[in-house]
Structure formats: C-alpha cells, structure tokens
C-alpha cells in the first residue's frame, strides 16, 4: 500500500532546501551593512532569506495536513523524533571531543537551550497536536474559518508585541496557527474550485512584491543616516521574517499546486526520510563545529565576481549540503536497523 505521496514529500524536501538556502543567506558573511548601497545582490540575498521561511511553514503545513487523520500514538512519533536529535547531538558532541580534546556538556544535557528553535517549537506542537485534531474536527467551518483570520493577523504583528526573550513561545504559537491551517485543508478543502494556474500567478506576485518592498527599504534607507537608516534597513526583513503573512500565504499556494498533483516514487520517498536529519545536522554544525558557510565555499568571491554565476553556485551549493546530510542519515538509518536486529535476535536467544 503506497501510504506516503511522494508530491508532498517531495515538497517537503523543497522546503527544507529552502531553509538551507536561508541559513546560507544568514551565515555567509557577506559585508553588507546600513552604509552599504543597493545591490541586486543585495536583493537576492533578502529572497534566499525569504525562502526559508516559506520553508518551515510549508513543513508545518504538510505536518498539520497529515495529522488529522494519524491513526499511532502520537508519542511514539516523538519519541522517534528524539532519538534521530540524541543521535545526532552525540555524534556532534564527538566531533567536538576530536576537534578541541574537550565535551560539550551544554550541547550534551541542554541541546533545546539556544539553537533548536525550530525543534522545540515543532516537538511542542506535536505534544499539543491530540487537542489541536479535537479542535479542527470540532470545529464548524465557519468559526474555524474567522479563527484562522484572525490569529493570522495577529501574528503578523508579533515581531512587534514580542521581543527576543519570548521566541520559543512565538514561534511555537505560530507554528500551532500553521498545523491548524494544515488541518483545516485536509478537512474542508477550501481551495478546490481555484485554478492550478491561479496559485502559480499568487506565488510570482507575492515574490515580485517582496522584490520591489526590498528594493524600496534599502534605496529609501540611503537618503537617511543615523538610527532611521537602520531602521529601514531592518524593515526590509520584516514582511519575510517569521509569522508574517506573505510567506504563509506563499507556502499554501506552493502546497496546493503540489496536492494537486498526486504520484508515487520510492526514491523520493526514501530521501525524504532524511530531511529532519539534514535540517538538524546543517543547522548545528556550523553553531557548534566551525563554520562551514565561510571555510568552505568561496560565496562573497563568486557573488562580487558575477551575479550571474553566483544564483546557480549557490543551487549548487544547497544541492551538495542536501545530498551531504542525506547520504549521513541513510547511514543512520541502516546503522539503527543492524543495531536493532541485533538486539532482537540477542533477546530472542536470551530467552531460550
């Protein structure tokens, strides 16, 4: 029984190609500052930024969707997902005893304190997820409809009512409002009677509009100095910056377009096992290790060099990082199974 359609895993690998491609946007050092003057470049790095975060909510999206009909006890999925995060922290934790003969004892114990952000909002929406099935089944469409209106836009005004301190309980928030969205698809299918043709037009306006409000922030921010120049200069960042609107609406026009296209592939299937993985191992390498964005890849050469090669150097690039985590949790996985099967058999002989 082919149980997983390869069109929304395959969507979930594009969405975590996409966060990579925003980590590589933030953890390149590029050199631009508010002293700097408008680029295309410039630009071009603000949408790398902006496709991550159309990336976690696709995630979210794909988790809600699929949720509402889950028939296994949630906690086995999230006593899964710990183990992958465990393993991967103490595989870290080597690396680090190799590189610098010392333990990380805080990445070891307290591995949720600073950089998982993403992990821990994700692991407390799946804890919540029981009670969120019960209120999306509940629910009639009409109030669920104006509930979804509303948080929505309240938490597009977050960044402005919530600072730092209070993240974890933001985006966990947000990424609630998202698997709710998610659920609310599965169960009503609201978008039915729109064209295929129509969200493609929805995600090139959404984009172009991103484009010329970036363009606008970083132009208009060098008639001024002082504090209002880094002001508009952070604005440019804050319609694509988390729980806003304009990549949530991107990310359900991408997940339509993809839902509507129903296939089955096994090779699909099998890589997309591995994007919780990949996401874990690219995000903490780089916090933890060193840091691989700047050792490795030439990026600032290449994008002042040409912009022209630098769009299809920086594919290339989220490619390999993608395949690299990839090929290590196949790895994994198949570890795991031999492991596994040996403790069974060792049980087995136990008992006899």
Known sequence: MQSRKSNFELLRIISIELIILCHFSIYTKWGYTVKSNFSLSQLVITLMYAGGKVGVDLFMLITGYFMLCYKKNI???????????????????????IKDHSINWRLLLLPFYSNFWFVVSYLLTLIFSPFLIISVKKLERIYFRNLLIILSLLFSLS???????????????????????????????????????????????????????????????????????????????FIVSNNQLIPLMISICLFEVFRRRNFYSNIINIISSTVFATYLLHATIPVYLFDFWNCFFPSVRILKKSLFYFIPYSFLIIFAVFCCGVIIDLLRQKIMKIM????????????I
């Not at 999230?78 to 680090?96: G, R």
């Not at 596994?340 to 008992?351: L, Q």
């Open 159 to 237: 960044p402005l009512l919530f600072n730092d301190y209070y993240r974890y309980l933001n985006y966990t928030l947000f990424f609630i409002l998202v698997f709710l969205i998610g659920g609310y698809i599965r169960r009503f299918n609201p978008f039915n009677k729109l064209s295929y043709r129509l969200f493609i037009n929805i995600i090139l306006i959404l984009t172009l509009f991103i484009m010329f409000y970036t363009t606008f922030c970083i132009i208009y921010g060098n008639i001024y100095s002082g504090h209002h120049k880094s002001l508009i200069w952070d604005l440019r960042y």
């Open 340 to 351: 596994c099967n040996f403790w069974r058999s060792f049980n087995v002989k136990r008992k």
């Open 75 to 97: 906690f086995i999925k999230i006593k899964n997902i710990l183990q992958i995060i465990y393993f991967y922290v103490f595989f870290l934790a080597v690396l680090i005893f």
